[in-house]
Every structure is written in C-alpha cells, then in structure tokens.
Nanobody
C-alpha cells in the first residue's frame, strides 16, 4: 500500500506562492491516479485537480483556475501543486491522494491520503 507524505505548506501573504509536494513510498506512483483536495475550516472537502495514470489533468475547482497547476513526476514518485496569486479564501488543509482507478476525480475513489498540509494566506 502506498504511503504519502506532504510538504511545502505554510503561511504566505495574499498574492504569494507556495508549492506543495507529495512523495509516495511503498508503491510506485505510476500505478495510481492522483488528486489534490482541500478542506477549509467549516467547509466540506473540495477537489482541486485530478491526474489520471496517463497524465491527463482535470481541474475540478473553478476557484483556482489560472492560479494553481498540478503535475506528477513518476520517476521521482512525487506529485506537485503549484499555487500562485494566493488569496485568503485559499486558506485550508491541502491533501494529496491516490486511487487505483485509471482516471477519477471523485474523492470516494481515493483510498490513500497524505497527512495534510496547512496553507494559511494572511497579511
């Protein structure tokens, strides 16, 4: 079973940037579809991006369009979430996750989750 460890969260001012990394161990990341999700205080978990096993990327949160990008590097067993022009409403705990399915953006299909990375956008 794959284990996921996230890094790169923190405190950033509005308009700033952060890059989250998620390293997989135990199994190669190439075996999985991967996804990024976030959960803000008092809100439900929200899907941001999903990337199929074939590398096709789907944006699932219109709120981050044009500001966030997601990628995966199977050779490094790592997935990334680049966040630019951060806004206060981006404050949340961000999670990476993997799914055994070839291509899915539904959180219920993701069985393995990272520990979460806190991102706080504040001046």
């Amino acid at each position: 079973q794959v284990q996921l460890v996230e890094s790169g969260g923190g405190l950033v001012q509005p308009g700033g940037s952060l890059r989250l990394s998620c390293v997989a161990s135990g199994s190669g990341l190439a075996q999985y579809a991967v996804g990024w999700f976030r959960q803000a205080p008092g809100k439900e978990r929200e899907g941001i991006f999903c990337i199929s096993k074939n590398g096709d990327t789907t944006l699932t949160s219109p709120a981050v369009a044009g500001r966030f990008t997601a990628s995966r590097d199977n050779t490094q067993n790592t997935m990334y979430l680049q966040m630019n022009n951060l806004k206060r409403e981006d404050t949340a705990v961000y999670y990476c996750a993997t799914s055994d399915l070839v291509d899915t953006c539904r959180a219920v299909h993701y069985a393995n989750w990272g520990q979460g990375a806190q991102v706080t956008v504040s001046s």
